[in-house]
Structure formats: C-alpha cells, structure tokens
C-alpha cells in the first residue's frame, strides 16, 4: 500500500508540471516581466511602513490586480502595537477569494506587504533609522502572489484560493519575536468565515534574490512534513538550484500564528540574505527568474 501511494504521488507530480490529462489543457504559468513589474512597482512607490503614502498605493495595486483577476476582495482592520515604533497603529489585511462565487478557501498563499521602518542591520550606523525599499523582504512575496492570480484568471484553480498580504509583519524588535507578524497573528485569532477552514497554507517571503536557495523550513517541516515535501518535490523539479531538498533553519514568519492553532502552513523563505533589514535591500538585489520559478511552483502545486 505505501507503495502504491509514493507511485502515486510520484505520477501526480509528473503530471502537475506537464499536463492536467483530463482536459489536455496546459497548466497556467508566471508571466515573468508582469511578476518583475509588480516587484518594480511597489519598490517606486517607497518604503511601505505604515500611514505612508506608499502603502496606501500598494494596498490599492493589490487590491486592485486581485478584482481584475477575478477574485471577491476584502480587507480586515485591525490595530495592535508596533514594538519598534512603540505606539499602537491601524493595520490592513486584504484578502482575495478566487473564484469569486467560492464560500471558502481550501487553500491560502500569502505574504506580508509592509516594510521595516528601520534598517538596524545596517552596516551604517548613520542609516539605521531609514526605512528598508523592501524589494525582497516585502515585495517579492507580493510580486509572486498578485502574477499567480492573474495566471489563475485565465485559468480557474481547481480548488478554491484565497490569497492573504498580511499588515505589520515587520514592526517588532529584534529581541522579542512576537512583536513581528501583528496581521497574520490577528487574522490567525479572527477569520473571516471563508478562511475558518482551509486545508493548508503556504507563505511566500524574502523569495525573491539572485542566487535564491530554499530549504525546508523547521516548523513547516515538523507541521505539515508531506505538503512541504511535496512542494519542494514539484519546485526541484522546475530549478533544482533554488528548491533545495534540504531541511533549513526554523524561523518565526506570517505561518507562525496559523501553526500554533494546529493548522498546515508552510513558509517558504531564504533566509540567507545579507541585506536583509539593511538600505541595500533594493532591486538590484533581485532576479525575475526567482519571483517565477517560486510562482509556477504555486501554480502546479494548486493542479496537482
């Protein structure tokens, strides 16, 4: 019996990246230069800390791109206080329900949308109260999510998917965890009805480098063992060199909160970033090739 049931996983796989053998129809795939553009964008509107002029623009480019797509939008307002900038500020989750006339989501992807206020890992001590530009730590999860679902608009989901930017992701201190992941914590304590239930969920951040190397992570690995290893199986399949089937490091993310309530979240993440949290955190830092292997990844997962 187990077997029969690795053959099959393994024929399942096969065919989630070359065909959907049913209808003989070609799986949708990233458009590379719309992922990159969407990436671009959010890097000219500006460090996206909060009440910045810059969210508020990214909040409507996300917002926007989901209802063209064909998704139901929603947003969840919420306040909680930012350790770093020790105050209490109002945070925005914006959801995307795809197809529109689904009920619920069977499965979530998601990404933080805002930036880190303060660049502490700065090499320059003069710099380290800048805000990051945030091209990879923030906006290529977003660039990844928003090219998946234009992909799925011309191509339905089998499943239905609800696509989550998570506010306040970046606002804690280095020396306390908890103060990082305030909207993925509070959706994770509140969901809306057609996210009560989902069956697993898979967070994109910092996917977006050059040279982008990405291992298991720790506590989805230890969660949620077979989703993780059969994503990394399907994306080793697309770029071995990105989609390493190694076991990595555990790291406090958006999955955390979703985790703790006993539910299958995986966080796919390259931690290996020198600029991370830095002013260097820029374009140049990235590649287009990461932001659509990690895209058509999601999509063959989501067929397979």
Known sequence: MERCRQLWTCFAIFLAIFWIPIFGTP??????????QFLVQQVQFGPRVPNSE???????LISRTLAESGCTTSSQ????????????????NIIGLMPAKADKAAVVLSAHYDTRPHADRDPNPLRR???IPGANDGASGVAVLLAVAEALSRTPPPRPVAFVFFDLEDCGEPSDERGFCLGSRFLAANPPPHLADFEVGINLDMVGKKDLRLRMELYSLRAASEEVRTLWEI???NAPEIFVKQQGVAIYDDHIP?????KK????IDFDYPQWHTTDDSVEQCSSKSLKVVGDTLLQYLFQ
């Not at 979703?258 to 006993?262: A, C």
């Not at 979240?265 to 796919?268: L, S, Y």
């Open 27 to 36: 799986l949708p795939n990233v458009d590379e230069q719309r992922a990159w």
């Open 54 to 60: 810059a969210i508020r623009k990214t909040r409507q």
């Open 77 to 92: 307002i919420f306040r909680a206080y930012a350790p770093l900038l020790r105050t209490d500020l109002e945070g925005i």
């Open 129 to 131: 109260k800048e805000p």
């Open 235 to 237: 994306g080793a399949r």
């Open 258 to 262: 979703f985790l703790e309530r006993g």
């Open 265 to 268: 979240f995986i966080n796919v």
